[in-house]
């Protein structure tokens, strides 16, 4: 088999992943672009270990090994970022990646100052009603919750 | 035997005349196996990153990683391909699903799935695409697999080769898994505590309710205040202990209140 097919496969399948991870707003379709670019990355480890095992009389067999090792991080990678999504949804109420602001330059230090921040806890801090207490406790939690 | 000897060597001598008449041009079965099943992959991956259902976008993803488990497959790597299918389709699908499920995620079209820097990211894909193209195809013009023959990827020589050469690294990624699992374990147990704000939302009327009935007995600004003080600590414990919202109720409001808030202050103390 020509080495170009999938060399070109793998091309391809990384490049529609780095086009879903950059264009895609839900931090579910985000990681799954992720797993995307990283099949492609197995495609062209396998494939180049399978030409070097003959060409080169390559005995080691890296190319396979390291995509069992790169299937096993991808499984770890997208358990710990569903939990992070998780996390995210239940504190802010979304799973946009858009809407989470809180680092950005520009938009002053997250609190109730800040005119983004009353979207972004979410529903349930909009019948709050008297106590600026329920943003500042969600905002407390979540910053305990971060450095924990 | 030595008929198949025989045969055996005229196919030696076959497989290693045979790398003259490769070319583009004279694709072999395998190379347009290679190639159909590459298309469905290919198509399947560029639905997944750009249909607007959630749940679609996940189940042309089993598509993708299964024709890649085909891939592997033609590319004689057998127990990657059933590696694939076990962890990839089976897991990680999976996963995703039950992801977009507890982050209740439309099950129809949803009009924001993509942002509005698509045309940019198409812009970056489209260049990255051309130019991996280009390097590679000019890179590997001449170049060849050679499929024939045993197996390169069959259980026998990867486990050979893993458990020979690779143990180290396969005992690291096993403590690297057991790291993983537990941190995905923690950071769903942090998340409870500060789910019950969120999930007891509509119990906010009934606590509102609170400082209205200690209203009748007399003292309308402090229990109020206390009331209004400690709503937010009432809503933080519920989840833990809920003897303290039955406490307030039977009129001690205020020392209940600075029960709660010790328990608060306990609490973040133990974050």
């Keep these: ?5 999938p060399a070109v496969l ?9 086009y879903g991870v950059l264009a895609r707003r839900n931090a579910i379709l985000v990681l799954m672009s992720v797993e995307l670019m990283l099949n492609a990355v197995n495609l062209n480890l396998v494939a180049f270990d399978v030409w070097l095992s003959r060409a080169a009389e390559e005995t080691l067999h890296s190319g396979q090994a390291l995509t069992l090792f790169t299937i096993a991080i991808a499984a ?3 358990g710990i970022g569903l939990a992070i999504v998780l996390a995210v949804h239940r504190n802010r109420g979304t799973s946009d990646i858009d809407k989470l602001r809180d680092t950005a330059e520009g938009h002053g230090p997250d609190g109730p100052a800040d005119p983004d921040d009353p979207d972004d806890p979410g529903d349930p801090a909009v019948p ?9 406790t969600g905002t407390a939690a979540e910053k305990a919750e971060a450095t924990a | 035997m030595t008929l198949a000897a025989a045969v055996g060597h005229l196919a030696a001598d076959s497989s290693t005349a045979a790398p003259a008449p490769h070319g583009f041009l004279s694709p072999t079965g395998v190379e347009i196996a290679f190639l159909l099943v590459g298309l469905v992959t290919f198509g399947a991956a560029v639905v997944t990153v750009t249909t607007r259902q959630l749940v679609h976008a996940a189940l042309w993803l089993v598509v993708a990683l299964g024709g890649l488990a ?3 497959l033609l590319l004689t790597a057998e127990f990657i391909a059933w590696v694939q299918v076990l962890i990839y389709v089976g897991a990680v699908v999976v996963l995703i699903l039950f992801g977009l499920m507890l982050t209740r995620a439309p099950i129809g079209r949803s009009p ?3 942002s509005g820097n698509r045309w940019a990211a198409l812009a970056v894909a489209a260049a990255a695409a051309a130019s991996l193209v280009w390097v ?8 060849w697999i050679d499929l024939d023959g045993p197996a390169a990827g069959s259980t026998d020589v990867t486990g050979a080769s893993l458990f020979q050469n690779w143990v180290l690294p396969f005992e690291a990624l096993s403590v690297l898994l057991l790291a993983a699992l537990v941190g995905a374990i923690v950071l769903s147990r942090k998340a409870q505590p500060a789910a019950t704000p969120a999930g007891s939302a509509p119990t906010r009327p009934d606590a509102a309710n609170v400082p209205g009935g200690n209203g009748e007995t007399g003292e309308h600004g402090r229990n109020g205040k206390t ?9 933080r414990e519920s989840g833990g202990n809920g003897g303290n919202g039955e406490h307030r109720k039977t009129g001690e409001n205020r020392e209940s209140g600075k029960a709660d808030e010790a328990g608060k202050a306990g609490k973040g103390d133990d974050r």
């Excluded at chain 1, 793998?10 to 780095?18: I, Q, R, Y």
């Excluded at chain 1, 709050?128 to 500042?136: E, K, L, N, R």
């Excluded at chain 2, 009331?227 to 809503?235: I, N, V």
């Design chain 2, 227 to 235: 009331g209004e003080s400690g709503k937010p600590s009432e809503h």
């Design chain 1, 128 to 136: 709050g009603g008297p106590d600026t207490d329920t943003p500042a």
């Design chain 2, 112 to 114: 924001d799935a993509d």
């Design chain 1, 10 to 18: 793998s091309a391809l399948l990384f490049c529609t992943g780095v």
């Design chain 1, 1 to 5: 088999m020509h080495l170009a097919y």
């Design chain 1, 76 to 78: 770890a990678e997208i």
């Design chain 2, 70 to 72: 085909v891939e592997y």
């Design chain 2, 136 to 143: 590679v195809v000019d890179a590997f013009r001449t170049t």
